[in-house]
Nanobody, 125 residues
Framework: QVQLVESGGGLVQAGGSLRLSCAASGRTFNSYAMGWFRQAPGKERELAAAINWSSRTYYADSVKGRGTISRDNAKNTVYLQMNSLKAEDTAVYYC???????????????????WGQGTQVTVSS
């Protein structure tokens, strides 16, 4: 069992930056792929970024160039740094963990086994 706790959300002005953090419990963190999903009001949840056990990454087109996902295995923590934030980045951001093949990472088709409770990010324009 893995428990995930997100932090770092909040209200930020358009053009600003923020860093989301996700602390994971469990001794097998290193073997899991980690992802950040987001769900905007009235929209489906989408994968924003993912990172596998060897730190290979995936970014959705909407995040590419503005977001950076990273992991610190010593701290059991994954991060999402978001820059040049836009109003359309407003969403609840969820941390997720699971197993992810190389093909699925490239395709961005991550079906996690574990989810965090989510953290709200609101970008004011």
């Amino acid at each position: 069992q893995v428990q995930l706790v997100e932090s770092g959300g909040g209200l930020v002005q358009a053009g600003g930056s923020l860093r989301l953090s996700c602390a994971a419990s469990g001794r097998t963190f290193n073997s899991y792929a980690m992802g950040w999903f987001r769900q905007a009001p009235g929209k489906e949840r989408e994968l924003a970024a993912a990172i596998n056990w060897s730190s290979r990454t995936y970014y959705a087109d909407s995040v590419k160039g503005r977001g950076t996902i990273s992991r610190d295995n010593a701290k059991n923590t994954v991060y999402l740094q978001m820059n040049s934030l836009k109003a359309e980045d407003t969403a609840v951001y969820y941390c997720a963990a699971g197993y992810l093949s190389s093909g699925a990472l490239v395709a961005g088709t991550f079906k996690p086994a574990y989810w965090g409770q989510g953290t709200q990010v609101t970008v004011s324009s």
